[in-house]
T-cell receptor
Framework: NAGVMQNPRHLVRRRGQEARLRCSPM?????VYWYRQLPEEGLKFMVY????????ESGMPKERFSAEFPKEGPSILRIQQVVRGDSAAYFC?????????????FGEGSRLTVL | AQTVTQSQPEMSVQEAETVTLSCTYD???????LFWYKQPPSRQMILVIR??????QNATENRFSVNFQKAAKSFSLKISDSQLGDTAMYFC??????????????FGQGTILTVHP
């Protein structure tokens, strides 16, 4: 049973370009979460999505960042006009539709470097 | 808003010894989950142990155990018989138990643990 799959693992962009990070949740999981980890810091919640719905985006920067989880295909975190401060590791996590453990299953992360 | 504090930026321990990592949190919720995650150099986030706030019994997973003090809002991790593979960054995390907060983890700053041979 494959875990949470993220790609690309590493992405390099120049300032002003767009970055797209993809996440395929574990089989049977319909809840997806995105977290950002800046260097030397803990993970910070960004957004919580279910299929075709954004449930909680309270951690998303107001501009340039967007996320979606379409009916078909992976969840995508999109960062437009990247700046150096966007350099970070972006982690995706998933959970099943009914869970009483509170546990999230994390992917290996996508490391974004902005030159 | 919930906060999670790990006051030990770095810890070290000799192989086979025991080490305790500290974590305190602040919340007004009565039902919630607490977690310890391990992040080795590969940067994969690995769940070490979890605790449900309504359970008084401390969780244990093999060499890992917690000391959960709900009134004190303290959640420390004890690693017994430390192994070289335990070397990693350890994060304490909090999650509200329900509603739209489900899965919305609040992480501490992390503690770098180094196990020496």
């Amino acid at each position: 049973n494959a875990g949470v799959m993220q790609n690309p693992r590493h992405l390099v962009r120049r300032r002003g370009q767009e970055a797209r990070l993809r996440c395929s949740p574990m089989k049977g999981h319909s809840h997806v979460y995105w977290y950002r980890q800046l260097p030397e810091e803990g993970l910070k919640f960004m957004v919580y999505l279910q299929k075709e719905n954004i449930i909680d985006e309270s951690g998303m920067p107001k501009e340039r960042f967007s996320a979606e989880f379409p009916k078909e295909g992976p969840s995508i975190l999109r960062i437009q006009q990247v700046v150096r401060g966007d350099s970070a590791a972006y982690f995706c996590a998933s959970s099943p539709p009914i869970a009483d453990t509170g546990e999230l299953f994390f992917g290996e992360g996508s490391r974004l470097t902005v030159l | 808003a919930q906060t999670v504090t790990q006051s030990q930026p770095e810890m070290s321990v000799q192989e086979a010894e025991t080490v305790t990592l500290s974590c305190t949190y602040d919340t007004s919720e009565s039902n919630y989950y607490l977690f310890w995650y391990k992040q080795p150099p590969s940067r994969q986030m690995i769940l070490v142990i979890r605790q449900e706030a309504y359970k008084q019994q401390n969780a244990t997973e093999n060499r890992f155990s917690v000391n959960f003090q709900k009134a004190a809002k303290s959640f420390s991790l004890k690693i017994s018989d430390s192994q070289l593979g335990d070397t990693a960054m350890y994060f304490c995390a909090f999650s509200d138990a329900g509603g739209t907060s489900y899965g919305k983890l609040t992480f501490g700053q992390g503690t770098i643990l180094t196990v020496h041979p």
